[in-house]
Nanobody, 112 residues
Framework: QVQLVESGGGLVQPGESLRLSCAAS????????ITWYRQAPGKQREYVAV???????AYADSVKGRFTISRDNAKNTVYLQMNSLKPEDTAVYYC??????WGRGTQVTVSS
């Protein structure tokens, strides 16, 4: 299976923003939906947001209004713009499509 590569994580203060990227190589994923998940320490992996092949989007209630998922098919990349970050957003973030295995994720830490 294809493995997607997540990037863009880091350490930020509450209220700040980050943009995560999810890139694929070796496959044109424009026909696939892509989902972002996250896993906080000691917790199960949870759904964050999804974008369909046609650009439709949906979000978990916990991030609605703060996060925006988008895609650039020419770059084979999906983005997750995260604004107004909270400490409870701290987690490893993963992206996945039906065609892919789990990647290594990217760490997001929100702390003052």
């Amino acid at each position: 299976q294809v493995q997607l590569v997540e990037s863009g994580g880091g350490l930020v203060q509450p209220g700040e923003s980050l943009r995560l990227s999810c890139a694929a190589s070796g496959i044109s994923f424009s026909i696939y939906g892509i989902t972002w998940y996250r896993q906080a320490p000691g917790k199960q992996r949870e759904y964050v947001a999804v974008i369909t092949s046609s650009g439709g989007t949906a979000y978990a209630d916990s991030v609605k209004g703060r996060f925006t998922i988008s895609r650039d098919n020419a770059k084979n990349t999906v983005y997750l713009q995260m604004n107004s970050l909270k400490p409870e957003d701290t987690a490893v973030y993963y992206c996945k499509g039906s065609f892919s295995s789990w990647g290594r994720g990217t760490q997001v830490t929100v702390s003052s």
